[in-house]
T-cell receptor, first 111, second 114 residues
């Protein structure tokens, strides 16, 4: 079953704009990860944020985590055509090493 | 390193046939995961191994599915007999170390059961 739910389902932006997507989850987590999937390819890990962290940066990516609201956001700044992909959040619980993936946000960056 | 290798990349078979998907994890990784991705159900974890031992197979949909990891560099996912509803993209992923770490995904096998 899917733990994380991404919002919006789809996003279309102009190159150079920022893209923000959100992930909500239901149960307590150990960590939350974001992955990117280009069409027809496997998933690529972007960033991991632990439950005791509030914000993390990696290049043009910024991730926030609010455990009180059970939500996370992924911000991609200064988007590029190459950022066109589906983005998934994945939550890891406290008792095992399984990840539960959301349905994903499809991002289209227009040139 | 070549990354996680999966074969075949595409498989088309007829209902009732046996299907075997293969995975070679990244050398040195001690966790291996099998996922299935469909439009309807998204990405689902089927089973995962630690040091070649199956740890959790609660995601395996039914007895027609089985997975093995005979050694640290090879795993198989078998479906016997296959059904049209098994059509999906199957991913293998591996990771290293205790705890939650980055999972490295293979390119996937697109299975079509006619």
């Amino acid at each position: 079953s899917q733990q994380g739910e991404e919002d919006p389902q789809a996003l279309s932006i102009q190159e150079g704009e920022n893209a923000t997507m959100n992930c909500s989850y239901k149960t307590s987590i150990n960590n939350l990860q974001w992955y990117r999937q280009n069409s027809g390819r496997g998933l690529v890990h972007l960033i991991l944020i632990r439950s005791n962290e509030r914000e993390k940066h990696s290049g043009r990516l910024r991730v926030t985590l609010d455990t009180s609201k059970k939500s996370s956001s992924l911000l991609i700044t200064a988007s590029r055509a190459a950022d066109t992909a589906s983005y998934f959040c994945a939550t890891g619980g406290s008792n095992d090493y399984k990840l539960s993936f959301g349905a994903g946000t499809t991002v289209t960056v227009r040139a | 390193d070549a990354g996680v290798i999966q074969s075949p990349r595409h498989e088309v078979t007829e209902m009732g046939q046996e299907v075997t998907l293969r995975c070679k994890p990244i050398s040195g990784h001690d966790y291996l995961f099998w996922y299935r991705q469909t439009m309807m159900r998204g990405l689902e974890l089927l089973i995962y191994f630690n040091n070649n031992v199956p740890i959790d197979d609660s995601g395996m949909p039914e007895d027609r599915f089985s997975a093995k990891m005979p050694n640290a560099s090879f795993s198989t996912l078998k479906i016997q007999p296959s059904e049209p509803r098994d059509s999906a993209v199957y991913f293998c992923a591996s990771s290293f170390g205790q705890g939650y770490n980055e999972q490295f995904f293979g390119p996937g096998t697109r299975l079509t059961v006619l």
